[in-house]
Structure formats: structure tokens, C-alpha cells
């Protein structure tokens, strides 16, 4: 039931729509005495919610709209007998309003989708006794458990144990980090690895996630400028017609000695020519053709406002996990000692790093085990929490992990600065360690995606400026940047950086759009003028998102830009010539060389040539 309410209008927009037709079946077929009331039954149909909507407001505003105009000129014309065509204004009207409704809708969601990601419950340690207790009853100062697979239930620090933690959610960081005590934990990141203890630190309503979700509401409560400008638009528009009107309906009969009958012809013939039933068609098939071909396309616009935004975006941010890069970490480089054996090396390295669930040994194991080698099995490994893996096979001890662990001063000057030269590259390098000293060093790194660079360069032909936004450190950002080829970079971004940079740069380029995927994204996904989400990124980033880049086809962006930029092209066209043909038919009206059936004729034949050119937006050619 709740899903049919949710669609009234759209229901009723296209009900009125088969009434219409039956009624000019039944009217072209001599049975105009039945087909009156089907057409009644269908203003009242379609015209019902615009009709309630406009009277509500032009009370509550105390200015009229086009809502009231659009029913004053289908009444008019069905006064003067003109049924067919007042219905079929109330049925373009009502039909664009409730598409226009529904989308909305459905680009309301993302709030619910951020508040899913928090905990509900948490561990709560009384004494030596845990017990499962609602969020909303826990205060700061409290300390909780967390087990291994968990979300964190709120913002505090670590007091006992040592784990992984994703961050991936808040930090937009793929690689997960180690958190030891005194270590700052988030609210909603997930503990990866062993059961730990906490402090709450802040009230549930001062998590970083809450901050983020106001956020991403303060951003959609505040109205684009185009909005504003429809607004302004819609009550001069109107104001003028209705003045224009009434003054229609007696000033004639006494400036031009117009009989009575002459003059109220004229006025309501101008109430028919001057309804913006052609404005209206010289958006709405338009941007409907540009989202079908859209989609077709593997992108998913949320509605024409964005398609708007996006024709004129001057610069567009990328986060770089999952939006620039693959998203997962990767083995780079694999640089050996001297005189060592690659195979038997990498058969104890992956028959350590296969035990491990840590990102980067599933990394490891997968580069090892892709090159046909089969990892050493049976191994005991022993653990060192947040430095890396040990075992000692056939009386050799094997080390895996950081500088620190295998000893650091050694891997500085294992094959010269390569340690240094890696870093500076963004990459993550993890040593192993033999009886004889470093046998070997692995860099890994969230390589960029292979259409990366050229999409960028493809989008700084277009004249738009490309900058990283993200929260990996600056040499990692510096990295990605002059590989990916991005005019700018910011590194070292949590979510409220990410919005304020926005912010800062928004300065220069007003229409600005932001491409990421993750929840960290989220506020400035809805802060941008355009909001563009990776189609495989987290539910809040979609639901945030304006346009959806599906299959994570970062090429689409170009492609998008383009029809964005076709399209405004042709609404632009539809409008001029449009308001052309209006303008036409009230001077000939004016002059009495119009009759209302080539009034009528002027104004459906506008209507039907702005949807025509419209349809030119499904042609896949750009």
C-alpha cells in the first residue's frame, strides 16, 4: 500500500491520460454528450493534486504560480469549448509534476542510509561483567568490548589489546590500520581482528559519523542557484500573463471598440497561446531522453537538475580509493637479495602470509600463489601485533613485516634508498628477514584504475579542472596525482576537510562536482554542485550521489558531461523558440488574425517540435 501511495501522482497523471483519449474517441465518434464527463472526470484526475498544490500556494505565498495558470488556461479552454485541448494541458502538467515529485523521492534516502551504518547495541563492561546495552543508553567515560568482526560503537580510545581497524568508511583510507592503547577509534569503522576494550570518549550525538550526517543534511537543505532562478522565473512568468489577462478581459472593448463577445474571445484565447504548456515540454522530454540515454550508457541520473549542474561544471574532485584507484592493495615491486633463491623464498613467505587476514597478506599471498608457487604449509606462526609475522622453518627464523620489526636501520639501506624511493611513490613496502639479514622487500599499492589518465585527460579538453581530495597522506596523494595526471591534490582529507575544501575552491568554480565512493564521501558528495558515485561504492555514497557511474566506469564521466552539455544545448533551443511561438500568437491575437483552432493548431504544433528535437537526445552519438 505504501509503495501505490507513493506513486498517486504519477498513477493519476497517467489515468487522466487514457481518460483523454477515450474521451476524444468518444467525441470524434459523434458521442460528445458522454465524452464531457470522461473529460471532467480527467481534469479532475490529473489536475486535482496541481490545482490543490497552486491554490495552497498562491494563498501561502500570496503570489500566483504556474500551477494556477496551467488550470485557469485549461478551464478557459474548455469554456470555449476547447476540451481536448485543456485536458492535454492538465495531463503535460501533471504528468512532468509527479516524475518531478517521484524523483525527489528517491534522492531522499540517504540520511536512513548513513544511520544504518551505526551500531544499535553495544558490549558494556561493568566490573569484570559485560553486557549488551542500547547505544542510546551509553554516556562518555564508559567502557566497552569489541570483538573481532564488530563495529565500533562509538567514537573513543583504545585501552587494552591491540587490532586492525577499516577505516575505509570515515578515512577513505583502503588499507586497514593497526590501533594499539591510547589509539583513536571512530564510531562505525570496523575492528578486523582481536577482541579489544575502550573508552567512549564523546556522546553518540558527537560521533564523526553523526557529523557526517549532518553534514550531508545542512548540504540538501541548501537550494542551487538554479532552483532560485526557476522560482523568480515562475512567479514573474505567471504575474505577467494574469495581469496581461485581466486586462484583456475589458480594456479592448473601450481602447478598440471591441464588442463583448470579441473581447472575452480574445482573452481566453490568449490564456490557450500563452500557457507554458511549450516551456514545459522544452525540458522535461528533453532531460527524460538524456537520462534513458544515460542509463543506456551505464549512468544513472537521479533527475534533470543534476543533468543541468553537470553541463556547466567547471571542476570536478576525486577521492582516490575506489574512484581513481582499483580500490585494493597490490604488489608493485618485489625486489630480491643478491644470490637468494626467488621460489623457495616466496614458498615460506606466502605459507606465513596466507595465515594472516590482514589486507595486505591476502595481497602478498595472491601475488605469490599467481605465479604458480605453492605456499609451504604447517607453519607456526607467531603474531606481533601491529609489526607483522614470524616462523621458524627447518631452524631459520622468517620475518614479514614493517621496517621497525626486521629491523629498521637495514631496510633504510636495503638496495640503496629503495625503501625511500618506494614511499615517496605512495607505496606500503613490508620486509623479509632471514638468518643472513633483509632477503627481500615487497612494495604493494592501490594502483590507479587503467582508464584513469586518459579520463582525465579527456576532461581537462573539455576545459574542467581536476583535483584529488583524500585521506591518505600527502606523499601517497602526491603520488596518485602525477600519475593519474590531476591538476591538484589534497591529502590527509577526513570527511569535513573534503566538505570545507569544496567550500574554499567552490570560490572559483562555483559549478563544481565530486566523484567518490565511500561513505567519507557522502558530505561532499551532496555539498558539490554534483554529486558522482562509483556504481560498486557503499549504498550512502549512491544514495547521496546525483549521477551513478555504473560498473565503476570512470570513462563515463566524460560521456555524462557531454550529454549534459547536448542537452542543455536543446533546452536552450526548445525555450527560444518556444517562447518565440508564444510571443508570435499574442501579437496575432492581439491584431484579431488568430482564431482559436490555428491557436490551438500554433501552440500543440509548438509543443509537438520541442518534443520532437528532444527526442534527438537518445542518439548515443554525441
Known sequence: MKEWKSHIELIAACLSGILILLAYVLEKNAFVSFSIPVYLLAFFIGGYAKAKYGIQKTIENRKPNVELLMVL????ASLIGYW???AILIFIFSLSGALETYTMNKSRKEVSALMEIQPEEAWLLQGETTSRVSIS??????????????????????LTGHTVVDESSIRGESIPVSKDSGDELFASTVNLSGAITMEMTKPNSETLVQKIIDLVQSAQNEKPPSQQF???FEGNYVNIVLIVFSLMLFLPHYLFDWDWNTTFYRAILLLVVASPCALVASIMPVTLAAISNGAKSGIIFKGGVHLENLSAVQAIAFDKTGTLTMGRPQVTDFVLREGISQNALLEKVAGIEMQSNHPLAKAITEFIQSKGIVPLSGLQITDVPGNGLKAVISGEEIKVGKPAFVGESEAEIFHGNLLERLANEGKTVTFVRDNQGIAAAIALKDIIRPNTKSTIQELQKEGIFCILLTGDNVKTAKAI?????????????MPGD??????????????????????NDAPALATATTGIAMGEGTDVALETADVILMKNDLSRIVYSIRLARKMEKIVKQNMYFSVGVIVILVFLNFMQSLSIPFGVIGHEGSTLLVILNGLRMLNPRL
Do not use: F, H
Open 73 to 76: 488556461a485549461a478551464i478557459g
Open 84 to 86: 481536448t485541448e485543456g
Open 137 to 158: 543508553s551509553l554516556q562518555a567515560g564508559d567502557t566497552l568490548v569489541v570483538k573481532p568482526g564488530e563495529r565500533i560503537p562509538a567514537d573513543g580510545r583504545l
Open 230 to 232: 526557476v522560482e523568480r
Open 481 to 493: 596525482a602525477e600519475e593519474s595526471g590531476v591538476d591538484d591534490y589534497v591529502g590527509g582529507c
Open 498 to 519: 573534503k566538505v570545507k575544501e569544496l567550500k574554499r575552491r567552490m570560490k572559483d568554480y562555483p559549478n563544481m562536482a565530486m566523484t567518490g565512493d565511500g561513505i
